[in-house]
Structure formats: structure tokens, C-alpha cells
């Protein structure tokens, strides 16, 4: 069996019927600060559910096993810097829904507002794994000289309101909130998000964005 480590042949016993499980866990064993991005079998990539079907899988005596990494710091930084994106574009939509709330396409745009307001709690799951990955919790992490949480609690402030404009069928403050409120928020998070990924990402990433 041939296994390549990011381009690289790795020089490993394996036994017969050696698993990709184990496999792959014996490589993760050797580069701890990295995770396994990609893996391909004699040049074909694994998507998500070939992978899970194939982890407990024997793999072939003649395969050739190539595997890609990345470091973990360097996915968090990605993964805040796309949601970061996300707000950005959902703060551009805000002007558009407001006046579709109060001018005949309230419906559509109560829909675009729920995914709007479904940022935050995507959010949340985000900061939570991205967590996971780097053992530290993000929620403590200082953005504008307060915690994350704190500003978690004032998003839950202003979406307090939007439920409560949503409950009394008030489409008129509802259009002032998303017209006037959201978009801070949004901006907020935006500015919040890329400053975790700034701090998250590793050490010489930032010079390298820069050239």
C-alpha cells in the first residue's frame, strides 16, 4: 500500500485488512495540530458519505492512499471569514427588505428576514465547533474590549423586538427594525467575525493575505 501525506509518501507498516479507519487514524497520530482535508483512493477523491461508508472498510494491499491536510487555525479563520461574508451581504439586503415589508411583498420578505435572523443561530453553531476544533471557547474572545457573549445577548436584545413586532402583525415596525437595527447588528458581526479570524488564524497567515 502507497500513502501520501500532503504530497508526501509516508513510510508506515500496515497489516492486511487494515482499515481506513486506522489508517487514518495512525496519520492523524503523527501531525495532532493538523486535520485531515481530502482523502483519495488510487486517485479518487472520497466525498462525505463515500467516506463514512468506506472508514470501516478494509483497503486494498495495492491501493494508494493519498491524504491532504490542513492546519486547524487555518479552517477556523476560513470558516469565521465565510460567515463574516455572510453578514456583510445580508446587511445589504436589509434597505430592500424593509421596503418590501410595506409594499406588497411581505410575505417573501418575512421568509428572507427569517434566514437573516438564522445567521445568528448558525452562528452560534460555528463559533461552538470552530471551538471544538481549537480546544479554547470562542465565546470568551474579545472583540471592541467585550467578551462574545456579550455581544450574543445584544443580538438577543434587538431579535427580542423583531418577535414581538412579528407577534403583533406591526409590519410597520418590523420594516423600521430591519431598515434601521439590523443592519448594525449584522455590520457588528461582520467586524466581530473577522477580527476572531484574525486572532485564530496562524502565525504568518496574515503577512501572506497580505502579499
Not at 86 to 93: L, M, N, S
Not at 99 to 105: N, S
Not at 112 to 128: K, P
Amino acid at each position: 500500500m502507497i500513502v501520501t501525506l500532503d504530497d508526501r509518501r509516508v513510510e508506515m507498516a500496515v497489516e492486511p485488512d487494515c482499515s481506513l479507519q486506522t489508517l487514518l487514524d495512525r496519520i492523524r497520530a503523527t501531525c495532532p495540530d493538523r486535520l485531515i482535508v481530502s482523502v483519495a483512493i488510487n486517485g479518487r477523491s472520497l466525498a462525505d458519505a463515500e467516506l463514512q461508508e468506506a472508514l470501516h472498510q478494509p483497503v486494498a494491499a495495492d491501493a494508494q492512499v493519498d491524504l491532504h491536510t490542513s492546519e486547524a487555525r487555518e479552517l477556523v479563520a476560513d470558516a469565521l471569514r465565510g460567515l463574516a461574508l455572510e453578514f456583510g451581504q445580508a446587511r445589504r439586503r436589509c434597505g430592500d427588505l424593509a421596503r418590501r415589508l410595506t409594499g406588497g411583498e411581505s410575505a417573501s420578505a418575512l421568509r428572507d428576514i427569517g434566514e437573516c435572523i438564522g445567521l445568528w443561530q448558525t452562528c452560534h453553531r460555528v463559533l461552538g465547533q470552530c471551538g471544538g476544533l481549537l480546544g479554547n471557547n470562542l465565546v470568551t474572545y474579545q472583540h471592541a474590549d467585550q467578551p462574545v457573549q456579550h455581544w450574543f445577548e445584544q443580538v438577543i436584545e434587538k431579535l427580542v423586538e423583531v418577535r414581538q413586532a412579528l407577534e403583533a402583525h406591526d409590519l410597520v415596525l418590523l420594516a423600521d427594525l430591519v431598515r434601521y437595527e439590523l443592519p448594525t447588528l449584522c455590520e457588528t458581526w461582520r467586524d466581530l467575525l473577522n477580527d476572531l479570524a484574525a486572532q485564530v488564524q496562524p502565525v504568518g497567515a496574515a503577512e501572506q493575505q497580505e502579499v
